[in-house]
């Protein structure tokens, strides 16, 4: 009677010229993680945000992305490394990093522009995207964001997938969490990690201050995961629920 | 022993000799230089060939124009000037500290060559090399060495070629000069002349005492200097180090790339001369003359000193392509400021950076594509104003150590509290607002209409009201529901002075 390890080794003898390593699981490749600094979504994604490819933070307005992205941010940033926010759209608050504990003398804040009144943001997308690849080429920086997160999905999708090849490749290359905010996913298969954002709700301090609000968290697309979905109809994707803080300044004078 | 050494270098006849550095053709000639205003001038300075002649100095220009055959030149300041900066800068390959001892239209220095023995050699062979360089540059020099600065000064003005005192023979090698060497008042010399004293060796067998006694004070300096014992505190002239590199076109330029290639050749002249002191460049100012009498000027200052000659002149063109010259360009200068070279200690557990020259780079390229001045650091300012903030330039240096409590340190703190975030709108839009008992209940923003669940406030501010940039503003935060059933909270502002409302932020 053959044990099981040597049939395993007569079967894969047999098949190797067809299927290579038929029984035998490819080996993994540990990705190296950073950590977002908040402990559920950390959780999560079994230690953070991966280094060296693309990570999407996809959802609607007020759904959390830029305050996850803030909290990534302002942890590499204590770690003594430079980030790079570049804002398609003009929208990034200081006050608000300079609250989430981002060091703003190692931010490097690039914020497209139209050339003229006109709505279509064309020029900002090519601006931003030119901007992501220079700085991807440059290296050094611990995390870039891509903020895309005012801009219409049926305009940031016609982004080519040209591109979020190369940006996978620049992030591979020299080391560089790439985070895009946006509406909907763009990268596709080019995204190691897209985490799927959504408000849960609202917490009113007295009721009459906006003391914080509670998001939600779910793994749209994790690469390297080791957790196969079950396959029994209830495809639905782990999430967490993790609070943000309001401003502060409104409940001390409250 | 004395542990002081120095070597005289005398060209006599100065302006003469600058001006036939460079007219070879006349260097046989009888050669006059005459200074002075027309038709006032005088003869100042003149060579050897003038002299065989007849000619002297002080003659007037009416005499030296009856001399037939003698060449009469005007004295140029610029000539001389740039002569004696050769004569320095090849000094200054023998030993950096040199003292300036100009005497009458002489130019003479002193070069400090203690110690120089391992380099040139003992002090003869110093003082034959250094005379055979100065005479590669055309003049014609005498070198004096002597442990005594003045016995070497004085020997060198009153010899020819090369001559090399040994310690303690100062005084004989004075003994023959003429007193005259000395450039006394006239109504001493004439004494000395009476008492029958014509050479320092006669003026140094006179007792002090009794020569000060009936001269002054002054007699025991001039023994001092005819005995070779004269003391001097050295001053070395500081060496005014400037980089700057002019070109002057033949015809206007108007292409960027023309102007790069001259800029480049500049560039590599700016940093070859940096590197032999040592240094860097640690800033670039560009000027441009323009035509129609304007003026541009440019200054790029990369994070780090450098002579990278590549990275300075990307940095020329990205800063010429983001600024080019209004008009035609008609001079073109170049000055740079030197700086120490950069010297960055890496670490092997220190965080990933960019490199700060490719930085640089990068950072110009982005500021060409979004703005000048849309790109850096934001930093807070110090004031209520919601929303106010300043671009700084981001630099690694900047980074470096200004932060200095690693993420470990932090998290035994205990990690920072995520807060919610503002996504601002730039500028703000103007919306319509509904409001029941002072409340917003509604807003419209020109695209789609939200129906407010809550709204909290308000948050009155306002500030410099003693000044045009007062702002008095209201603040409520509003969670709205929009006609599609998205659910948003976000930031409503009422301007205190018109009541006009804006959509001014969005949390996410």
């Given at each position: 009677m053959p044990t099981a390890s040597a049939l395993r080794i007569q079967i894969e003898h047999?098949?190797?010229?067809?299927?290579?390593?038929?029984?035998?699981?490819?080996?993994?490749?540990?990705?190296?993680?950073?950590?977002?600094?908040?402990?559920?979504?950390?959780?999560?994604l079994d230690g953070g945000l991966p280094v060296g490819a693309i990570s999407e933070i996809v959802g609607p307005a007020s759904s959390g992305r830029t305050s996850l992205a803030l909290a990534f941010v302002a942890r590499r940033t204590r770690e003594e490394r430079v980030c790079a926010w570049i804002d398609a759209n003009d929208g990034f608050d200081s006050e608000s990093a300079a609250a989430n504990g981002v060091a703003l003398h190692r931010l490097l804040w690039v914020r497209c522009k139209s050339p003229g009144a006109t709505a279509k943001p064309w020029a900002r997308l090519?601006?931003?995207?030119?901007?992501?690849?220079?700085?991807?080429?440059?290296?050094?920086?611990?995390?870039?964001?891509?903020?895309?997160?005012?801009?219409?999905?049926?305009?940031?999708?016609?982004?080519?997938?040209?591109?979020?090849?190369?940006?996978?490749?620049?992030a591979d290359r020299t080391r560089s969490s790439l985070l895009v905010v946006a509406q909907k996913a763009l990268a596709q298969s080019s995204a190691a990690v897209v985490l799927e954002c959504a408000p849960l709700n609202v917490q009113a301090g007295n009721g009459t201050v906006l003391s914080g609000c509670k998001y939600q968290v779910s793994t749209g697309r994790i690469r390297s995961s080791t957790t196969t979905l079950p396959i029994d109809g209830k495809r639905k994707p782990p999430a967490v629920a993790w609070p943000a803080a309001g401003m502060g300044q409104r409940e001390a004078r409250a | 022993m004395s542990n002081e050494l120095y070597a005289c270098v005398h060209a006599e006849e100065f302006p003469a000799q600058a001006l036939l550095r460079l007219r070879t053709d006349l260097a046989a000639q009888p050669v006059v230089v005459l200074e002075g205003r027309p038709p006032l001038e005088t003869v100042c300075s003149l060579n050897r060939a003038a002299r065989l002649k007849g000619a002297a100095l002080g003659m007037t220009r009416l005499e030296a124009e009856s001399m037939d055959g003698?060449?009469?030149?005007?004295?140029?300041?610029?000539?001389?000037?740039?002569?004696?900066?050769?004569?320095?800068?090849?000094?200054?390959?023998?030993?950096?500290?040199?003292?300036?001892?100009?005497?009458?239209?002489?130019?003479?220095?002193?070069?400090?060559?203690?110690?120089?023995?391992?380099?040139?050699?003992?002090?003869?062979?110093?003082?034959?090399?250094?005379?055979?360089?100065?005479?590669?540059?055309?003049?014609?020099?005498?070198?004096?060495?002597?442990?005594?600065?003045?016995?070497?000064?004085?020997?060198?003005?009153?010899?020819?070629?090369?001559?090399?005192?040994?310690?303690?023979?100062?005084?004989?090698?004075?003994?023959?000069?003429?007193?005259?060497?000395?450039?006394?008042?006239?109504?001493?010399?004439?004494?000395?002349?009476?008492?029958?004293?014509?050479?320092?060796?006669?003026?140094?067998?006179?007792?002090?005492?009794?020569?000060?006694?009936?001269?002054?004070?002054?007699?025991?300096?001039?023994?001092?200097?005819?005995?070779?014992?004269?003391?001097?505190?050295?001053?070395?002239?500081?060496?005014?180090?400037?980089?700057?590199?002019?070109?002057?076109?033949?015809?206007?330029?108007?292409?960027?790339?023309?102007?790069?290639?001259?800029?480049?050749?500049?560039?590599?002249?700016?940093?070859?001369?940096?590197?032999?002191?040592?240094?860097?460049?640690?800033?670039?100012?560009?000027?441009?003359?323009?035509?129609?009498?304007?003026?541009?000027?440019?200054?790029?200052?990369?994070?780090?000193?450098?002579?990278?000659?590549?990275?300075?002149?990307?940095?020329?063109?990205?800063?010429?392509?983001?600024?080019?010259?209004?008009?035609?360009?008609?001079?073109?200068?170049?000055?740079?400021?030197?700086?120490?070279?950069?010297?960055?200690?890496?670490?092997l557990f220190s965080p990933q950076m960019p490199e700060p020259s490719r930085l640089d780079v990068t950072i110009a390229r982005l500021k060409a594509i979004a703005g000048e001045d849309r790109v850096g650091s934001p930093v807070l300012e110090d004031t209520h104003r919601p929303g106010s903030f300043r671009m700084e330039s981001f630099s690694i240096a900047q980074t470096a150590g200004a932060y200095t409590r690693g993420a470990s340190e932090q998290d035994e703190e205990g990690p920072v509290k995520p807060r919610m975030a503002l996504r601002r709108i730039r500028p703000p839009a103007p919306v319509r607002v509904q409001l029941r008992e002072l409340k917003p209940v509604s807003f419209f923003d020109r695209e789609q209409s939200y129906k407010i669940a809550a709204a909290y406030g308000p948050w009155r501010t306002s500030g410099c009201w003693w000044s045009t940039e007062a702002w008095n503003t209201e603040e409520w935060d509003v969670l709205a529901e929009a006609n599609g059933g998205a659910a948003v909270a976000c930031l409503l502002v009422r301007d205190g002075g018109n009541g006009q409302w804006q959509l001014e932020a969005f949390y996410d």
């Open positions: 047999s098949l190797e010229r067809r299927f290579p390593a038929a029984l035998t699981p490819v080996p993994r490749t540990i990705r190296e993680t950073a950590a977002t600094g908040i402990p559920a979504v950390d959780g999560l090519d601006q931003a995207m030119r901007a992501t690849d220079l700085l991807l080429q440059a290296g050094g920086f611990a995390a870039l964001v891509l903020d895309l997160g005012a801009t219409a999905p049926e305009h940031a999708c016609r982004i080519p997938l040209a591109t979020w090849f190369r940006f996978r490749q620049g | 003698l060449i009469r030149l005007p004295r140029s300041g610029e000539t001389e000037a740039a002569a004696r900066a050769v004569l320095l800068e090849c000094a200054a390959h023998f030993s950096p500290r040199i003292e300036q001892v100009d005497q009458g239209t002489a130019c003479a220095c002193v070069l400090d060559i203690a110690g120089t023995e391992r380099l040139f050699g003992p002090p003869a062979t110093l003082a034959e090399r250094l005379r055979a360089a100065l005479i590669a540059t055309g003049l014609r020099v005498s070198v004096a060495v002597s442990e005594n600065l003045h016995t070497a000064r004085l020997k060198a003005a009153t010899t020819r070629g090369i001559t090399v005192i040994a310690p303690g023979g100062e005084a004989t090698a004075l003994s023959k000069i003429p007193l005259t060497a000395l450039q006394l008042p006239e109504d001493h010399a004439l004494t000395f002349t009476l008492w029958g004293i014509r050479t320092f060796a006669e003026l140094s067998a006179l007792p002090e005492a009794d020569l000060v006694a009936r001269i002054g004070r002054q007699a025991v300096e001039w023994r001092e200097l005819a005995r070779g014992t004269r003391p001097h505190t050295f001053q070395p002239i500081e060496d005014e180090f400037a980089l700057r590199e002019f070109y002057a076109f033949d015809t206007p330029v108007e292409e960027v790339d023309s102007l790069l290639f001259m800029g480049a050749r500049m560039i590599d002249c700016l940093a070859m001369r940096a590197a032999t002191h040592a240094m860097a460049i640690a800033s670039l100012t560009v000027q441009m003359q323009l035509e129609g009498g304007q003026a541009q000027e440019r200054t790029i200052r990369p994070a780090l000193a450098t002579i990278d000659r590549k990275f300075l002149l990307k940095l020329l063109q990205l800063e010429m392509g983001a600024h080019p010259p209004q008009a035609a360009v008609l001079t073109l200068t170049l000055s740079a400021q030197a700086g120490q070279s950069s010297k960055v200690q890496l670490g």
